[in-house]
């Protein structure tokens, strides 16, 4: 069993039954002891599903019209079959490509199930339904990374470019990354046979240079742990999935946008135990050795885009630089930690 949190979890809400605060919540807005109007990510029970809150008026609408456009691509994508083909290099073929782009995206964003509204702290909120990452389980790790130089979007005031300027300073200036939070299981340095969870917020985010963003991110990956490649080898896997995605499109630009990085520590302990051997003598090459086919590590290991209350139209369709940059950075430091 895990030991107490390092880092203390807000104060449960009231909810409607069959509801609860999402514990793995470790980003964002959170539930606030001393403000009711408050309201942070909520789950179901036992369904698989997670609940976000709609935030300002503006950033909410944005969000769900997000998440909107990528299930009506999907669905045009779905209806137009192999027909689809005969439209490349016709006017309707343009449209048809950037419908193929959102659909193709869907793959890196947790699935959407539409809108819903709750009564939370007796007050009524809209929330959008998505797909719980950690769903499954055991010992989930979680990782909240936002991307970007730029975290301000086109419509922000001077004083909120100002703010924006300010947070995450030497890690977003020179990686292109902040980490509000995270929290990760690994074992007790006093008693191995034990097993903690440490969890961080921003105040340590905001804290860290480069040096101390690479040794948090050694931290949450188990570095020290003898099956770490594999799970090193699958979160690469996605992030260049991402990035390949962000290379093609020319539609949009993300502001403040995140990667969530999931995995299931309990896993990754029975990798340890049961191919310490190949683990410690081969590494992982991706060979025939392997000992975890990959469509099973993506049942416990799952990086997807998050957060797009702050995504506009790309201007003069140019190629989204500030978020790939910091995507780069990230896929950098993972190659980096893999071939250590």
């Not at 069959?18 to 001393?34: K, M």
């Not at 209806?79 to 083909?85: I, L, S």
């Not at 979680?142 to 086109?154: A, H, Y």
């Not at 090459?285 to 990959?294: C, F, K, L, N, Q």
Request: contains cysteine.
């Amino acid at each position: 069993m895990a030991k107490k949190a390092q880092e203390k979890v807000t104060a449960s809400p009231v909810v409607p039954m069959g509801y609860s605060q999402l514990l793995t919540q470790v980003a964002g807005h959170t539930f606030e002891a001393s403000n009711a109007a408050a309201v942070g990510l909520l789950q179901d029970a036992g369904e698989g599903r997670v609940f976000k809150p709609l935030g300002k008026p503006e950033c909410g609408v944005r969000e769900l019209n997000f998440y909107e456009s990528l299930a009506a691509a999907i669905a045009t994508q779905a209806n137009a079959g192999a027909g689809a083909n005969n439209l490349n290099g016709t006017g309707e073929g343009k449209c048809e490509t950037d419908q193929s782009l959102l659909a193709a995206l869907a793959a890196h964003v947790p699935r959407y199930y539409g809108q819903l509204k709750l009564v939370v702290n007796q007050r009524e909120h809209t929330f959008i339904k998505l797909e719980d990452l950690t769903h499954g389980m055991a010992k989930p790790c979680v990782m909240d990374v936002k991307i970007g130089r730029r975290t301000w979007d086109p419509l922000s005031s001077a004083q909120k470019r100002a703010i924006e300027e300010q947070k995450y300073v030497l890690c977003k200036q020179n990686l292109g990354l902040c980490l509000p939070g995270f929290q990760v299981y690994c074992p007790d340095e006093e008693q191995p046979e034990q097993t903690i969870l440490i969890r961080k917020g921003r105040d340590y985010g905001k804290s860290l240079d480069v040096m101390g963003f690479h040794k948090a991110l050694a931290l949450f990956f188990n570095a020290n742990c003898s099956s770490s490649d594999i799970l090193l080898h699958e979160v690469l896997n996605q992030l260049r999935s991402i990035r390949n995605w962000f290379k093609r499109q020319r539609l949009l630009h993300f502001y403040a946008s995140s990667l969530l990085i999931c995995y299931d520590f309990e896993q990754l302990q029975k990798l340890a135990t049961s191919n310490s051997k190949v683990s410690q003598h081969n590494g992982f090459h991706g060979d025939a050795s392997d000992p975890i086919p990959p469509t099973k590590s993506k049942q416990w290991i799952r990086v997807r885009c998050i957060d797009f209350a702050h995504i506009f139209p790309a201007e003069d369709a140019q190629p989204d630089h500030n978020y790939m940059f910091g995507l780069q950075s990230l896929i950098d430091i993972v190659e980096a930690m893999l071939h250590r």
